[in-house]
């Protein structure tokens, strides 16, 4: 029961928050200059709360993120701009059709927006979990849209989602996603198999520089 009113509530401030974004001056700012401003915030002032008012309040110029966009068609790309102890921050960047897996983000904050395009988030819930043989049930719940004017945070209760670039959109997308504290590893969850495990994370860029190892299509 607990949980259960403690999801209507987080759905409710984040409708309102939702709302907010739209009424709200956004402060149009470089990429550069975004992320120095998240750097601004003390560590034990970087709340769900307080970044989420952040980047409602402050949005990067598009066209300043050219250096840390790499596209390809086999998978979306994954490019830092910067980590420190706090937090890191990149851009996910999606060729049209192209979706992630099902996933986890290791019991740590994300915050989430898509100043070019548009993406649906698809957010699940987690039901009988066997950790011993790594299976579960997964339940779809709350879907939304994310684009320039409406970013987002990832719920705390049910921090399993996935995120789309449907073909149905016709266009490329370009998210900024925030993490705090910084992880390398989450679970990928396998619906139709019901089943989850570790898969580890690497970057495709790092810094506007392209991974040497790293072959786009």
Same mark, same amino acid.
């Given at each position: 029961?607990?949980?259960?009113? #403690? !999801?209507?509530?987080?759905?409710?401030?984040? @409708?309102?928050?939702? !709302?907010?974004?739209?009424?709200?001056?956004?402060?149009?700012?470089?990429?550069?200059?975004?992320?120095?401003?998240?750097?601004? /915030?003390?560590?034990?002032?970087?709340?769900?709360? @307080?970044?989420? +008012?952040?980047?409602?309040? *402050?949005?990067?110029?598009?066209?300043?993120?050219?250096?840390?966009?790499?596209?390809?068609?086999? #998978?979306?790309?994954?490019?830092?701009?910067?980590?420190?102890?706090?937090?890191?921050?990149?851009?996910?960047?999606?060729?049209?059709?192209?979706?992630?897996?099902?996933?986890?983000?290791? +019991?740590? @904050?994300?915050?989430?927006?898509?100043? /070019?395009?548009?993406?649906?988030?698809? #957010?699940?819930?987690?039901?009988?979990?066997?950790?011993?043989?790594?299976?579960?049930?997964?339940?779809?719940?709350?879907?939304?849209?994310? +684009?320039?004017?409406?970013?987002?945070?990832? @719920?705390?209760?049910?921090?399993? *989602?996935?995120?789309?670039?449907?073909?149905?959109? *016709?266009?490329?997308?370009?998210?900024?996603? /925030?993490?705090?504290?910084?992880? +390398?590893?989450?679970?990928?969850?396998?619906?139709?198999?019901?089943?989850?495990?570790?898969?580890?994370? *690497?970057?495709?860029?790092?810094?506007?520089?392209?991974?040497?190892?790293?072959?786009? !299509?």
């Amino acid at each position: 029961m607990a949980v259960a009113l #403690n !999801l209507i509530a987080w759905r409710s401030q984040m @409708n309102r928050r939702r !709302l907010m974004a739209q009424h709200v001056a956004t402060e149009q700012l470089t990429i550069t200059d975004w992320v120095q401003g998240l750097a601004a /915030i003390p560590g034990r002032d970087f709340t769900l709360e @307080n970044v989420q +008012d952040y980047i409602i309040r *402050h949005s990067a110029r598009p066209e300043t993120l050219d250096k840390y966009c790499y596209f390809s068609k086999g #998978n979306y790309t994954r490019n830092l701009i910067f980590k420190n102890e706090v937090f890191e921050c990149m851009t996910i960047c999606w060729e049209i059709g192209q979706a992630s897996r099902i996933h986890n983000h290791r +019991d740590q @904050n994300c915050w989430m927006s898509a100043p /070019i395009g548009r993406l649906k988030v698809q #957010n699940f819930r987690v039901d009988d979990r066997d950790s011993a043989r790594g299976t579960c049930r997964i339940v779809p719940t709350d879907i939304y849209e994310m +684009d320039a004017a409406h970013p987002a945070h990832v @719920n705390p209760l049910e921090p399993v *989602h996935q995120v789309l670039n449907l073909a149905e959109f *016709h266009q490329r997308a370009v998210s900024i996603h /925030i993490y705090s504290k910084p992880f +390398d590893t989450c679970e990928v969850y396998l619906r139709e198999k019901g089943t989850y495990g570790d898969v580890p994370l *690497h970057y495709t860029s790092q810094y506007g520089k392209l991974d040497p190892a790293e072959k786009l !299509l």
